[in-house]
C-alpha cells in the first residue's frame, strides 16, 4: 500500500505561479510512476502530467505544455509539480496517483494509488 499525500495549492492570480507537492509513503518511493490529475467542478478528473518511476521519461497534457514541470526527488519520497503561467482554466482539484512499475502513463486506470486532492485556484 502506498499512502500519498499533496500539498501546496492555494489561490494565485492569473498569470502566477505554484509548485504542488506529493509525499509519498509506504512502499519503495522510486519504484512508483507517479501522475497528477485535475478535476474542476462538473467535470471529469483529466491528466495533467506523468513521470515513469525511472525519471527517464515525462508527458504532459496538450493544455499545460510549456507551464507546468513534473519532477520527483527520490531521496525525499516526492513529487513536484511546477506550475507557471497559470490561467483561470487551471481551476481545479489536483491528485497525484501512483503505479508500480509504471511508465508516463496519462489514464487514471491505470494508477493504482490516489492522494486526496489539493484545491488550486485561479483568479482573473
Known amino acids: 500500500q502506498v499512502q500519498l499525500v499533496e500539498s501546496g495549492g492555494g489561490l494565485v492570480q492569473a498569470g502566477g505561479s505554484l509548485r504542488l507537492s506529493c509525499a509519498a509513503s509506504?512502499?519503495?518511493?522510486?519504484?512508483?510512476?507517479m501522475g497528477w490529475f485535475r478535476q474542476a467542478p462538473g467535470k471529469e478528473r483529466e491528466f495533467v502530467a506523468a513521470?515513469?518511476?525511472?525519471?527517464?521519461?515525462?508527458y504532459y497534457a496538450d493544455s499545460v505544455k510549456g507551464r507546468f514541470t513534473i519532477s520527483r526527488d527520490n531521496a525525499k519520497n516526492t513529487v513536484y509539480l511546477q506550475m507557471n503561467s497559470l490561467k483561470p482554466e487551471d481551476t481545479a482539484v489536483y491528485y497525484c496517483?501512483?503505479?508500480?512499475?509504471?511508465?508516463?502513463?496519462?489514464?487514471?486506470?491505470?494508477?493504482?494509488?490516489w492522494g486526496q486532492g489539493t484545491q488550486v485556484t485561479v483568479s482573473s
Open positions: 496517483a501512483a503505479v508500480l512499475w509504471g511508465g508516463a502513463y496519462s489514464y487514471p486506470r491505470q494508477y493504482d494509488y
Open positions: 509506504g512502499r519503495t518511493f522510486s519504484n512508483y510512476a
Open positions: 513521470i515513469s518511476w525511472t525519471a527517464a521519461n515525462t
